[in-house]
């Protein structure tokens, strides 16, 4: 294969003979092709012409090797007819495959020159879609952690630890869930968590939008719910057919605790996990952040104490199209399971729920923890 600095590099070598495997790839690091000669595997990618060498006598292997110690390890190697073909896709020669027969005595003609190249098309049409698969996850990659905060803030008596996992399906493309924690006074901190509708680079301009929007309000409005109604206004002037979702925290440290003023646009609610094990919700369902004119939301606002646990999280969570779905019963069990757990104990544990090492998750999923030091 042609390597991206132009280099060409041995990936596979295939044999019965696991010997021949040994000495082949021994063959090519001592002997690897050389890229200006007239003939081989160097110029088979140079010119995107195959070669057929029906039948190799060792008069041939005097012409075309030189050098007295690699033409005995050629010998020994035994091939007695050859093809090379290049894997030439969308103009370009991306790399070659040999293929050499030796013990089987076998000759290859014009036939099997042509099932070869096929193959060799359809492999090469193959590399371009990996490499174009894996330049669309970068691209994916690098755009989503951008609009991902770098790191948590640091907050006095208070552990933050958050997680996102993108859907299964579309990791080439940016998904729409964000979280943020920022400082917006002496002791106040915002928390936000939220779902922008749809994927891809649409969805990463809004997010982008919404999170510097938040962040601006957040700045003079102190009621979360006037922060979103805020959030409202910008995404109706971008006049955007996208809405999203947000669910709004301010986060207010004390000593012994803290208050938490929380309000949902659309969003699920938070939920709180006591240091006594008990799980309630936080919060009051309000509308979609992007759509409407007018807008309903609400502040509701609960007291946090040493120990307690909060979470925020995307609808992803509770998909009722994962395999193994999990529903509020499941949730305020799973949750429960987490106590006496530091926020990054309970993040692990919500981690290894929703695990996807099969890649079908059908959502995206953020899901941001903060636990009042006990």
Not at 133 to 161: C, F, K, N
Request: with cysteine.
């Amino acid at each position: 294969m042609v390597e991206t600095d132009g280099s060409i590099q041995s990936v596979a070598v295939a044999h019965v003979d696991p010997k021949k495997v040994a000495m082949a790839r021994q063959y090519r690091r001592r002997y690897p092709p050389d890229e200006s000669a007239d003939s081989g595997i160097g110029a088979v990618i140079r010119t995107g012409r195959s070669e057929l060498l029906e039948d190799i006598p060792d008069q041939v292997l005097q012409e075309r090797i030189e050098d007295p110690e690699r033409l005995e390890f050629a010998r020994t190697l035994d091939v007695r007819s050859a093809m090379i073909v290049p894997l030439v896709a969308e103009g370009r020669s991306l790399g070659a495959i040999s293929f050499a027969s030796s013990e089987s005595r076998r000759r290859f003609g014009q036939a099997d020159l042509e099932l070869a190249e096929d193959l060799a098309h359809r492999a090469a049409v193959a590399v371009v879609n990996a490499r174009l698969y894996e330049e669309r996850s970068h691209v994916a990659r690098t755009l989503q952690r951008s609009l991902l905060p770098q790191r948590l803030p640091d907050i006095p008596g208070v552990e933050l630890a958050a997680f996102y996992q993108p859907a299964g399906l579309t990791r080439t493309d940016v998904g729409g869930d964000f979280y943020d924690a920022f400082e917006v006074g002496e002791g106040a901190w915002g928390i936000v968590i939220g779902d922008v509708c749809g994927k891809g680079v649409e969805a990463a301009a809004m997010t982008g939008i919404a999170r510097h929007a938040i962040r601006a309000a957040a700045v003079h409005q102190i009621n979360p719910s006037a922060v979103l109604a805020d959030l409202n206004e910008v995404l109706r002037r971008e006049e955007a057919e996208g809405f999203c979702t947000v669910a709004m925290g301010r986060l207010e440290s004390h000593d012994g605790g803290a208050t938490l003023t929380v309000s949902c646009g659309g969003h699920p609610l938070p939920v709180v996990l006591r240091r006594d094990g008990s799980v309630e919700t936080v919060g009051s369902p309000g509308t979609l952040v992007g759509i409407f004119d007018d807008v309903e939301l609400h502040d509701r606002t609960v007291g946090l104490q040493r120990g307690d646990t909060v979470v925020f999280y995307t609808d992803g969570l509770i998909d009722a199209r994962r395999r193994e779905p999990i529903d509020e019963t499941a949730l305020d069990a799973l949750l429960a399971t987490c106590r006496d757990l530091d926020a990054m104990g309970t993040i692990e544990c919500f981690r290894d729920a929703v695990a996807d090492p099969e890649g079908e998750s059908p959502d995206d999923i953020a899901i941001l923890a903060l636990r009042i030091v006990p």
